[in-house]
């Protein structure tokens, strides 16, 4: 489980922007986690309540946005559904994952005297 | 101070980052690879279920290549050195990285490993991951290329099981292919279909190291990704001038 590893970087990033901003507490940790990015959400969730006790973010909330997966064509930009190959049938390409591979650290809410 | 009313409670202020929670291994991974191209050494990243033959692979590999690449492997390793042992028997200098209770490499120890093998006097670096289909393929190394060693005997669906990993490697070797007789049930072009779903450029090359069965068509994909090292160097040559041969911090 690495859940916990990505949790200790994320507070990690989150403390630098705290320390920039000389900001007292977090109240609100927004990320954005894909489909196929290899975290889930869950276990994230878990690993930062057991984490967060012990840093400025102790009372933060963790908003985790999941994010689809999509592959699209790299050619022609045409959807791949779920269970079809991942070359094109129309040109052939390859296909390239447009979403679904985030580990995102969208925005830091905190408390700034 | 809340100015809008001037309660006395402190402002809540959003401030939008943006950025990947791995951009510190993703960075440390940049620097890997730079190191990487600049002594034009290949390194591939193997990741596998634990028991897929990964370590059985590269000594095979060794064997194959009978003395033609000079070879270095680091092995991650929850408690044991004993990978390592086996691929420094089979003539492969190569280090442990015990990850202790961390399941998969990150590009920081790969780093610290660096400094401690003879990776830079070598053509090919092999990173053995983690025994582990999930979490290696979360973190990047540096590496040129992503291989994941797939063994006949772990069911046809492991493709669509675990679609992060396939989703991330370059070539599938599907191991143990020696193995097959026995296998009624196992059918190749099932697992070829399961990988055209979640692998965009789906290669997969079936190997036995007892046997040697399709080692041949393994080498030449290295000899391939040899070619692209090279390709990458002299890119690096044309852009930012020779590598520094004696003081640059890795040479050890
Ligand atoms: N029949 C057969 N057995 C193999 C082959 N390759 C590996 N094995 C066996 O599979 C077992 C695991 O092989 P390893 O090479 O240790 O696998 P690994 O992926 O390095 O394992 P971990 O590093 O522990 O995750 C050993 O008992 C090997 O003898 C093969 O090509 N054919
Ligand atoms: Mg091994
Ligand atoms: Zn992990
Ligand atoms: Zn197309």
New interface residues.
Partial sequence: ??EY??VS??L??VDD?VRL?G??AV?RIR?QIGE????ETGLLHEAFLMVRGSTVSAEAELEITAVEAQ?RCAMCNRIVAR?????CPNCGA????AKGSE??????????? | MCETCGCGDPDIVPIEIQESILAVNDHQAEHNREHFVRDRVLAINLMGSPGSGKTALLEATAVALGGEHRLTALSGDLATDNDAERLRAAGIPSLSITTGSACHLDAKMVHHALHHAPWDESDLLFIENVGNLVCPAVYDLGQQANVVALAVTEGEDKPLKYPVMFSKADLVLLTKVDLLPHLPGISVERIAAALAETMPEAAMIPVSALTGEGMGAWIEWLEAQRLETERLSALRVAAIGPPIVAGGHMKV
């Avoid at chain 1, 196929?36 to 975290?39: A, F, I």
């Avoid at chain 1, 269970?83 to 070359?87: C, P, T």
């Avoid at chain 1, 969208?106 to 005297?113: H, N, S």
């Fill in positions: 489980m690495h590893s990505i970087a994320l990690d990033r922007a901003h900001a007292t109240h990320v196929l990015s290899g975290v592959w269970g079809e190959r991942l070359s390859t296909a390239r994952l580990i995102l650290l969208e925005r830091v809410e905190m408390e700034v005297p």
